[in-house]
Antibody, heavy 124, light 108 residues
C-alpha cells in the first residue's frame, strides 16, 4: 500500500526557510492531490496547502505569503518550503495524500494515508 | 481561528455510545472527514464522505450530517477508542481545507 515519509532538518533558525520533502512509496504520485499539515506541540491540526501532481497548488490563506509546495514526479516526491520562520512555526509536520469526492449530497475531501510526521523546531 | 468547531472533551463509559460533533457553515455543502489521533502518533482516517469507513476501521464508527453539523458516532466504545478526534472539511469559501478544533474522548 502507499506509504509516505517526511524528511528534512529538525532544527531551523528564526528568519530562515524550513524545507521538507515527502517521499511516496508503494504507488504513483500521479492523479492525486498531496497535502502538508502541521501540529504545534499540544495543539490541533492545521492544513498548510496541497499540490496536484500536475503542479497546481492551493495554500492556507494564513500562510500563503510564506509557503511554496512543489512536486517532482520523477522522484515520486513533493516538498514544502516555509520562509521567514519563527518559534510559532515549531510543529510536527505531516504529509498526506489528499483525495476529493463529489456526490449528489455534496463534496468531500479526506487525507489518507499520512506520513509518520517530523518535528521541526525553530530556535537559534 | 478554525471555521469548524468541536467540543473540547467528551467522556463515555466503556461499551456505551458517544457522539462527537463538528459545526461550521461549510458543512451545509460539504461532508466532513474524521480522524483519530493517539498520543505520539499520526492521525488516522476513520470516516470520509457521507458515511464511508476505510478498510480496517471497525463498524462501531459511523458518520452523519444535518444542516451545519457533522457527527461521528462510536457505538459500543472500547478502551482503544480513547484518543483525540478531528473533523476536516472546507472553509466558508469552499476553496481551502480546514480542520476542526479537536475533541478529546475519554473512555471511562
Amino acid at each position: 500500500q502507499v506509504q509516505l515519509q517526511e524528511s528534512g532538518p529538525g532544527l531551523v533558525k528564526p528568519s530562515e526557510t524550513l524545507s521538507l520533502t515527502c517521499t511516496v512509496s508503494g504507488g504513483s504520485i500521479s492523479s492525486y492531490y498531496w497535502s502538508w499539515i502541521r501540529q504545534p506541540p499540544g495543539k490541533g491540526l492545521e492544513w498548510i496547502g496541497y499540490i496536484y501532481y500536475s503542479g497546481s497548488t492551493n495554500y492556507n490563506p494564513s500562510l500563503k505569503s510564506r509557503v511554496t509546495i512543489s512536486v517532482d514526479t520523477s522522484k515520486n516526491q513533493f516538498s514544502l518550503k516555509l520562509s521567514s520562520v519563527t518559534a510559532a512555526d515549531t510543529a510536527v509536520y505531516y504529509c498526506a495524500r489528499d483525495q476529493e469526492g463529489y456526490t449528489r449530497g455534496g463534496g468531500s475531501n479526506w487525507f489518507d494515508p499520512w506520513g509518520q510526521g517530523t518535528l521541526v523546531t525553530v530556535s537559534s | 481561528s478554525s471555521e469548524l468547531t468541536q467540543d473540547p472533551a467528551v467522556s463515555v463509559a466503556l461499551g456505551q455510545t458517544v457522539r462527537i460533533t463538528c459545526q461550521g457553515d461549510s458543512l451545509r455543502s460539504y461532508y466532513a472527514s474524521w480522524y483519530q489521533q493517539k498520543p505520539g502518533q499520526a492521525p488516522v482516517l476513520v470516516i470520509y464522505g457521507k458515511n464511508n469507513r476505510p478498510s480496517g476501521i471497525p463498524d462501531r464508527f459511523s458518520g452523519s450530517s444535518s444542516g451545519n453539523t457533522a457527527s461521528l458516532t462510536i457505538t459500543g466504545a472500547q478502551a482503544e477508542d480513547e484518543a483525540d478526534y478531528y473533523c476536516n472539511s472546507r472553509d466558508s469559501s469552499g476553496n481551502h481545507r480546514v480542520f476542526g478544533t479537536g475533541t478529546k474522548v475519554t473512555v471511562l
